[in-house]
DNA sequence: TATATAGTGTTTTTT
DNA sequence: ACACTATATA
């Protein structure tokens, strides 16, 4: 029986109140999740529906799995039936039912953010020769495309619309007939066209309509539009749909999270019942209390204070070190010194950051220290090279309908088939309608290549096709395995330096793992069906007992879609989600990635002006208020200690910044004594006329420029000779004294003249 | 076609 | 500082 007493009231009234929208607002450490799961077991229990009556949104696998695995001990039976997924791969299942229905065929792929990017940029390259195409070009239109797409803004409404831009319309139409063209979907399509085709297919809406009575939402301040479109269609018959989210922590705005989901919920459904989680049962007093003092800052929020029955605590310590260097010392001789107490381990540690950027010379320190750790994101593991080729030649082996995956491994390893060549079998394939992998095996575009070159692509094609008939036959893994060594992939590896190819061979084996694991749990899936766990030949009762069952019933069976299905889960994988509990490390993470996590002891980096704040929001309307969530949602990891740390200059890409103390810090009563200098340097910053003008020439080169490691003075001077590494000897001819560094001209006896910077030349004088 | 060199742009990034 | 990529060169 079901356990109420465990909540407070307020937790209590969220789980009760099943009937209608619930909105709850759930601060940081206010047993959100218990709500969430509490709910779903009391709905069970009271029969008010069954498991597969019931879904529950989260936003990473990490979450979903968590929420099962929480719900699955506390109601026992049935629990496996009930839909926990993320908003994506949610998506995915509708799709690869009824995408056929708009247009696509339901065997689709998916396109990662690196796979948009190479789209954006063909179709970038191939408008304008002459133009080139940099990153924030690039970016621009991909931010604008998934910008459209979140807001649910299709070509045709953009056109109508007032934000139309020639530009991005054609790159936008482009991007949109290339992805059809290969069949893939984008993140951003999964949740468009999703509710594109619960919009438009009455059958299919009315088919999820009908079986879930009860939808549960986490993290719901997070959300954008489309997602919202989504659980508004999903929930239009019995309208229970509880969210869960708190306006503080919302931190994704720059991905589409559209916070006035959250502040107009009551406005779109009718009848909403709010209800405030505002007991902590996380953190200290002061921990709290620091917390609560800079959130307050934000003009936009809906008003809470979170509050603890817990003592005060420890002080929330704050330090004010040199340099990065000092800060990462600081860090590592801190837990040093509390893990030598016995009373900790090193999992009770978490250091967060603003920017990834921040996290090498904390590694630093702790491999200086012996302190064990883990970096959690940089790049996601999924997107690493040498996963991304095998996903290619996956893709490929399973169907070449994707040409973006063809052409990524045509000459992976080197088969020297080159560019040219590449634009030869497009050109073909373009104008005979065919995918790029069928011109392969096309006897007359062979023709056209001359018969090196085909017989390089032959080869390259037997191999794809040998591959291929291992499909269904072998286990995934065995494919995988296959594709490494078959292809010369792991030749090609181990060519490189031995930490290179050992730490790409470590990741390729992961995914061999990884691949053996899904397929267990595949297998496990099909005997408990086997053995009755539902049965689906039973018209009598309509409803299979397990709804995710019932979706890949309608489109899978074989072989062939177990690596379908296996290519969309890892291309939905964050590197969160492969995040283990790990008592003995470290953890080291962006302030972001943190996020739903929570640790004992926490260090917060960073703390100054231009770094938290991050520089470049500070002009962005709104700017500040986000990056002061994010502070607020950094801070409410603590449980017991937190420890803020700022630099007063540091090292960034090359130049020294000199660094006020975050305004985060200053909103904290107490935490921080400015001294009469540093106010006024402060206020120069802030109020001077001129100092607001370099504050633009701020992006692109250091104002505050204190120290270059700069040669005082030369033990050469003009005319002496001199020796250099790589030019052997020569004769000084003049040195300029330019600033950073000395700039010095040397005519050598076999190279010539040649200019070159002191501190970098490191000539040697001879006599 | 493969490799060496110069040039460039650097916040965060659940999926 | 550093990684990534466009361009020159072998």
């Known amino acids: 029986m079901l356990d109420i007493s465990v909540l407070n009231d307020k937790q209590a009234e969220a789980v009760q109140c099943t009937e209608g929208p619930l909105l709850v607002l ?5 047993g959100k999740t218990r709500v969430l799961t509490h709910r779903v077991a009391y709905i069970l229990e009271n029969g008010l529906a069954d498991p597969y009556e019931i879904m529950a949104i989260t936003f990473t696998n990490k979450a979903a799995g968590e929420m099962r695995d929480r719900i699955n001990s506390l109601v026992g039976y049935g629990a496996e039936s009930i839909w926990v997924s993320t908003f994506h791969s949610a998506c995915v299942r509708i799709l690869r039912r009824y995408i056929d229905r708009i247009g696509y065929g339901t065997n689709f792929t998916i396109y990662d953010s690196g796979d948009q990017s190479t789209v954006v940029k063909n179709i970038l390259a191939g408008k304008s020769k002459n133009d080139k195409i940099n990153d924030s070009k690039k970016k621009f239109y991909i931010t604008a495309i998934s910008g459209l797409k979140n807001r649910l803004i299709t070509l045709d409404d953009y056109k109508e619309s007032d934000e139309y831009d020639e530009k991005v319309y054609t790159v936008y139409e482009e991007y949109e007939e290339e992805l059809k063209k290969n069949n893939a979907l984008d993140f951003d399509d999964l949740l468009l066209k999703t509710v594109m085709l619960l919009e438009t297919d009455e059958e299919a809406r009315e088919y999820y309509q009908n079986r879930l009575k009860y939808i549960l939402v986490d993290e ?34 720059f991905r589409g999270a559209d916070i006035r989901n959250i502040l107009d919920f009551e406005k779109v459904f009718e009848n909403t019942k709010v209800v405030k989680l505002e007991q902590n049962y996380r953190s200290t007093g002061n921990i709290l209390d620091a917390a609560n003092n800079v959130i307050k800052h934000n003009e936009k929020r809906k008003s809470k204070a979170l509050w ?7 002080d929330v310590e704050f330090h004010r070190v040199e340099n990065e260097y000092n800060e990462a010392d600081f860090v590592a001789r801190t837990i040093k010194r509390l893990k030598s107490t016995g009373r900790f381990s090193f999992g009770d540690f978490a250091c967060l950051y ?9 590694e630093e320190a702790f491999v200086n220290n012996d302190i064990p750790y883990n970096i959690v994101g940089g790049k996601n593991f999924y997107q690493r090279r040498e996963i991304k080729d095998i996903i290619a030649y996956l893709k490929t082996v399973n169907d070449g ?30 104008s005979n309608g065919i995918n790029f992998y069928d011109a392969l095996a096309d006897k007359n575009c062979m023709d056209i290549l001359g018969t090196r070159t085909a017989k390089k692509v032959e080869r390259f094609v037997y191999e794809i096709e040998s591959i291929r008939t291992l499909v269904g036959v072998e286990s995934l893994s065995n494919v995988i395995s296959r594709i490494i060594e078959d292809t010369g992939y792991e030749e090609m590896i181990n060519e490189g330096t031995k930490e290179d190819a050992m730490n790409r061979m470590e990741n390729l084996g992961a995914l061999i793992s990884k691949a053996i694991e899904y397929e267990e749990d595949y297998r496990e899936k099909l005997e408990n069906r086997a053995n009755g766990a539902y049965d689906i030949t039973d018209v009598s009762n309509m409803k299979p007992k397990d709804a995710e069952s019932e979706d890949d019933e309608a489109v899978l069976g074989t072989g062939r879609d177990l690596l379908t299905k296996f290519l969309a889960d890892i291309t939905l994988m964050s590197d969160i989600d492969n995040l283990e509990e790990d008592d003995s490390r470290v953890l080291m993470m962006t302030v972001h990635a943190s996020k739903g996590l929570e640790f004992d002891n926490v260090f917060l980096c960073g703390m100054e002006e231009n ?19 994010l502070c607020y949602v950094a801070m409410t990891r603590a449980r017991k200690r937190l420890y803020l740390l700022s630099a007063k200059h540091r090292m960034i890409r090359g130049s020294m910044y000199l660094l006020n103390v975050s305004r985060f810090i200053r909103e904290i009563p107490g935490l921080y004594k400015e001294n009469a200098k540093e106010i006024q340097y ?6 001077n006329d001129e100092f607001q003008d370099a504050r633009h020439e701020f992006k692109r080169k250091a104002v505050f420029n204190i120290s270059v490691e700069k040669i005082d003075s030369l033990d050469y001077g003009v005319g002496d000779t001199v020796r250099h590494m790589k030019f052997g000897v020569g004769e000084v001819k003049e040195i300029r ?31």
């Open 26 to 30: 759930a601060g940081a450490g206010t």
């Open 220 to 253: 719901y301040q997070d959300t954008n539009k489309a997602q919202f479109e989504l659980i508004r269609l999903l929930s239009g018959k019995y309208k229970n749909i509880c969210v869960v989210g708190d306006d503080d922590q919302s931190i994704y705005k």
């Open 308 to 314: 603890t029955e817990e003592e005060d605590g420890l």
């Open 354 to 362: 603003r920017t990834n950027a921040q996290s090498r010379h904390i």
């Open 401 to 430: 309908v994707d040409d973006l995956a063809v052409k990524r491994i045509i000459n992976v390893p080197k088969r020297g088939i080159g560019e040219k060549t590449i634009q030869n079998i497009e050109m073909y394939a373009d």
């Open 611 to 629: 770094t938290f704040p991050n520089r470049m929001v500070l002009n962005e309307k709104d700017g500040v208020e986000e990056e002061r969530r």
């Open 682 to 687: 402060r206020e120069r910053m802030e109020n």
């Open 737 to 767: 004294n330019g600033g950073r560094d000395y700039e010095v001209t040397v005519d050598f006896e076999n190279y010539g003249v040649k200019k070159m910077f002191a501190s970098f030349a490191k000539l040697q004088k001879l006599d």
